[in-house]
Nanobody
Framework: VQLQASGGGVVQAGGSLRLSCAAS????????MGWYRQAPGNSRELVAA???????NYADSVKGRFTISRDNAKNTMYLQMNSLKPEDTAVYLC???????????????WGQGTLVTVSS
């Protein structure tokens, strides 16, 4: 199983970016998916998460600006980021709780991260 994150880049404050995280491999079911971010010198922070049924959760710092969504048929998750601020600058990492075919247990997988830089 692999998670591939994409969509990062450089954007001016107030701009928008859309991140994607695509899971591939022997996947039976993806339960919990989400995004963390880590800025230099800071600890990893949960940004947003989404359950298979669509229930979402956001960090207070991004509520009203970021929207997490997923396409279960494509095993893909998205993070639409609007009204970006310089303090949103970080490496964004996606993760997913996945049950593989032939297994009854759930494991956590991480993507490689994608860099978001917001200039003032």
């Amino acid at each position: 199983v692999q998670l591939q994150a994409s969509g990062g880049g450089v954007v001016q404050a107030g701009g928008s970016l859309r991140l994607s995280c695509a899971a591939s491999g022997s996947i039976n079911r993806i339960n919990f998916m989400g995004w963390y971010r880590q800025a230099p010198g800071n600890s990893r922070e949960l940004v947003a998460a989404i359950l298979r049924g669509g229930t979402t959760n956001y960090a207070d710092s991004v509520k009203g600006r970021f929207t997490i969504s997923r396409d279960n048929a494509k095993n893909t998750m998205y993070l639409q980021m609007n009204s970006l601020k310089p303090e949103d600058t970080a490496v964004y990492l996606c993760y997913a709780n996945i049950v593989q075919w032939g297994s009854t247990s759930e494991n956590v997988y991480w993507g490689q991260g994608t860099l978001v830089t917001v200039s003032s």
